[in-house]
């Protein structure tokens, strides 16, 4: 239900902060490392969060970052892992290098984690590594597909500018030499039309 708060800082507690919203104070819950990291009382903050209800509780957690969020959202889905316990591994275990010991089923890593038996590491792997490998063969596709939209749409602001300075009587070929070196991702077609000019009127 609730993708992430923002708000005012209160509180910094043991084991949770509260952010004032509009007048209404959002208990969250969070790792030790995840509340020093957050900021100072007062200041302006955002947790992404997780709202879990159950039939004599309804609790928030919030996290710093997607991928803590991530991490944490997998965790709890292992039989045997709560949310207490989840919070513990994110206090002490970088979202990347837990998934690195998942993947690579490095158990040394994993007990290492207080309150993680072997057992339990075992079945940390044995239930996450194929979650995590396909939730990171999805980025790498969400990757290339952004890199495949980059590119079409540089082609089309070149190929207008092109057409657009050829109008006004250059050759492609010189138009093509000018635009060689230009970061043309960040131009919009005007902008490269003007720097073309510059560069072909020199």
Do not use: W
Request: aromatic share 6%; hydrophobic share 40%.
């Amino acid at each position: 239900m609730l993708a992430y708060i923002k708000g005012t800082l209160e509180m910094k507690m043991t084991g949770y902060i509260v952010i004032d919203v509009g007048g209404l104070g959002y208990k969250v819950f969070m790792s030790d490392a995840g509340i020093e990291k957050i900021g100072n009382i007062g200041e302006k903050v955002k947790v992404h969060t997780y709202y879990r209800v159950r039939e004599d509780d309804i609790s928030i957690y919030g996290f710093n970052t997607l991928e803590e969020l991530k991490m944490f959202e997998l965790l709890i889905s292992v039989s045997g892992i709560g949310a207490k316990t989840a919070l513990t591994m994110l206090a002490v275990c970088e979202p990347s290098e837990f998934a690195l010991a998942v993947i690579s089923e490095d158990v040394k890593t994993i007990t290492g984690i207080p309150g993680i038996g072997a057992k339990t590491a075992q079945r940390i792997i044995l239930e996450l590594k194929d979650k995590i490998t396909k939730e990171q063969q999805i980025e790498n596709i969400n990757k290339e597909v952004n890199k495949l939209q980059v590119a079409i749409e540089t082609n089309n602001k070149v190929s207008e500018a092109i057409a657009a300075l050829q109008v006004l009587g250059y050759n492609k070929k010189e138009i093509e030499k000018a635009f060689a070196n230009l970061d043309k991702n960040e131009l919009t077609t005007e902008e490269l039309i003007k720097k073309g000019l510059n560069l072909l009127g020199k």
